[in-house]
């Protein structure tokens, strides 16, 4: 099976700097994604990592450790527009993807 | 734009009755994604087709939950004799699985919402 855990909710200023952290457990691993949703909208896809380590995306990034179980997406320069939950999500050993239940960023000016 | 598109974004029905929910997804994809998603938690799978085939169903599925892709492009899931406890918004995501592997990213639906009165 997978578990996935992540804060539920996280609040930070306009302009700052933001970590979103995510561990896991899980049978098999074949990547793990990050997703933005806005409230009454589809998630978005943010990023995908495999590999272990730091991929950079504009003010997004996003980090793995598979042997930590660790993820984290880090947000610079945030905006109001950021405000937005965040999932986290684990495609395990088939092609099936369980999502965290997500953190709730408030953007604060 | 030709992303995924979902109809109808918004269905009313009472318990008891049949709803089916259409998901049109990327033109070039193979796979198509259903999810289901409740107030503050993420989307839950519900099954996932690759073509025509439907290659896995959640264990959690009921056996009123009945999905089909028919000719590998659009897809329908049917919930049959709805319950109260069925309102959610219904997700599709489709995505492009490449024989050489890699990065299969899924694109996300409007998605239907659907409550059950």
Known sequence: GQNIDQPTEMTATEGAIVQINCTYQTSGFNGLFWYQQHAGEAPTFLSYNVLDGLEEKGR????????????????KELQMKDSASYLCALRGGYQKVTFGIGTKLQVIP | DTGVSQDPRHKITKRGQNVTFRCDPISEHNRLYWYRQTLGQGPEFLTYFQNEAQLEKSRLLSDRF??????????????????????????????????????????????TRLTVL
């Open chain 2, 66 to 111: 009945s999905a089909e892709r028919p000719k590998g492009s659009f897809s329908t899931l049917e919930i049959q004799r709805t319950e109260q406890g069925d309102s959610a918004m219904y997700l599709c995501a489709s995505s492009l699985a490449l024989q050489g592997g890699g990065t299969d990213t899924q694109y996300f639906g409007p998605g």
């Open chain 1, 60 to 75: 997004f990034s996003s980090f793995l450790s598979r042997s930590k179980g660790y993820s984290y997406l880090l947000l």
